[in-house]
C-alpha cells in the first residue's frame, strides 16, 4: 500500500511563505508527477499543479503563478511545495498526490494568521 | 480548462437505498488512448479525499461493488446500490484529461 507522509501543520503570518514536504514510503514516488491540491475550510478541493519525475518541470494554476514553486529531491524522493506571499484566504489543507491522483497524503494544515 | 459541473449539491438517502450523482463536463474527457479520464472521489468528514473511481468505470482497490461509475463523453454518473452509514460525505468528480485537473463542486450525502 503506497503512503504519502506530508509534514506537519504550520501557522505563518501574512507575507510570509510556507514549503510542504511529501515522501511517500518504499520511495514509491521517484517515478511518478505529483499533484498538489488545495481545500480551504469547508470549500472544495483545487488544483494548484504538477511536478515531472525528474523535477526539472513543473506547470502551475494560472491563479497562483509566481507564488507557487514545486520542487522534489530525487535523492530522497522527497516532493516540496512552497508558497510565498500568504494571504489570508491560503488558509486551507494542502494535498499532494501521486499522478492521476490515485493515492494522497494526509494532508497539512496551514493557518495564515496576523 | 475543463469545468466540471455536478449535481446535485446535497443528498440524503435513507439506509439502503440507491443514490446517484451526476456530473457533466465542458470537454468531452475521451482521450486520443480511448480512455475517458474520469474519476469519482469519496471524501469522509476530517479524512483525506478517496478515490473510489478511474477512468470512468473502474473501481478502485478495495471499494465495494455497490459503487459504480458510467456515462460518456461529457455526462457521468455516479451510483450507489445500496447506501450505507459509512458512505456520508463528500463526493467530487475530477477529470486528469489534462492540466489543470479540475474538480467538480462536491456532493454532500447524508442518511435520512
Known amino acids: 500500500q503506497v503512503q504519502l507522509e506530508q509534514s506537519g501543520a504550520e501557522v505563518e503570518k501574512p507575507g510570509a511563505s510556507v514549503k510542504v514536504s511529501c515522501k511517500a514510503s518504499?520511495?514509491?514516488?521517484?517515478?511518478?508527477?505529483v499533484h498538489w491540491v488545495r481545500q480551504a475550510p469547508g470549500q472544495g478541493l483545487e488544483w494548484m499543479g504538477v511536478i515531472n519525475p525528474s523535477g526539472d518541470t513543473a506547470r502551475y494554476a494560472e491563479k497562483l503563478q509566481g507564488r507557487v514553486t514545486m520542487t522534489r529531491d530525487t535523492s530522497t524522493s522527497t516532493v516540496y511545495m512552497e508558497l510565498s506571499s500568504l494571504r489570508l484566504e491560503d488558509t486551507a489543507v494542502y494535498y499532494c498526490?501521486?499522478?492521476?491522483?490515485?493515492?494522497w497524503g494526509q494532508g497539512t494544515l496551514v493557518t495564515v494568521s496576523s | 480548462d475543463i469545468v466540471m459541473t455536478q449535481s446535485p449539491l446535497s443528498l440524503a438517502v435513507t439506509l439502503g437505498q440507491p443514490a446517484s450523482i451526476s456530473c457533466r463536463s465542458s470537454?468531452?474527457?475521451?482521450?486520443?488512448?480511448?480512455?475517458?479520464?474520469l474519476n469519482w472521489f469519496q471524501q469522509r468528514p476530517g479524512q483525506s479525499p478517496r478515490r473510489l473511481i478511474y477512468?470512468?468505470?473502474y473501481r478502485d482497490s478495495g471499494v465495494p461493488d455497490r459503487f459504480s461509475g458510467s456515462g460518456s463523453g461529457t455526462d457521468f454518473t455516479l451510483k450507489i446500490s445500496r447506501v450505507e452509514a459509512e458512505d456520508v460525505g463528500v463526493y467530487y468528480c475530477v477529470q486528469d484529461k489534462g492540466w489543470p485537473y479540475t474538480f467538480g463542486q462536491g456532493t454532500t450525502l447524508e442518511i435520512k
Open positions: 477512468k470512468l468505470s
Open positions: 518504499g520511495n514509491t514516488l521517484t517515478s511518478y508527477y
Open positions: 470537454q468531452s474527457l475521451v482521450s486520443s488512448d480511448g480512455n475517458t479520464y
Open positions: 498526490a501521486r499522478d492521476h491522483v490515485d493515492y
